[in-house]
């Protein structure tokens, strides 16, 4: 009897996580340029579980090193996206 109400209660669980998915790809469609592809490298990783802040930071500062993002428009661009992001996580 647990063990169908631990499934259960999983189950309940999983349209929330779709949801706020779909409310974070939606707002993703807006982005462009820079925000969209530190979006993109970030989104599977904040999916997953992984903290907003700490994964837009390490990131960010990749995409900063290999020249993809420019260090005067990271912070802004990296705020853009995690606006997006935090939508997973609500």
Do not use: F, N
């Not at 999983?10 to 982005?31: H, I, N, R, T």
């Not at 500062?61 to 609500?90: H, Y």
């Amino acid at each position: 009897m647990r063990m169908c109400a631990a499934i259960l209660l999983g189950l309940m669980s999983m349209p929330v996580a779709w949801a706020d998915e779909k409310k974070a790809q939606s707002c993703a469609q807006s982005l462009q340029g820079e925000p969209k592809l530190i979006y993109d490298v970030s989104a599977a990783a904040v999916a997953a579980g992984g903290d907003v802040k700490d994964t837009l930071e390490s990131k960010t500062r990749s995409l900063v090193m290999d020249g993809k993002v420019t260090r005067s428009s990271a912070r802004a661009s990296a705020e853009a996206a995690g606006s997006c992001l935090k939508l997973m996580k609500s």
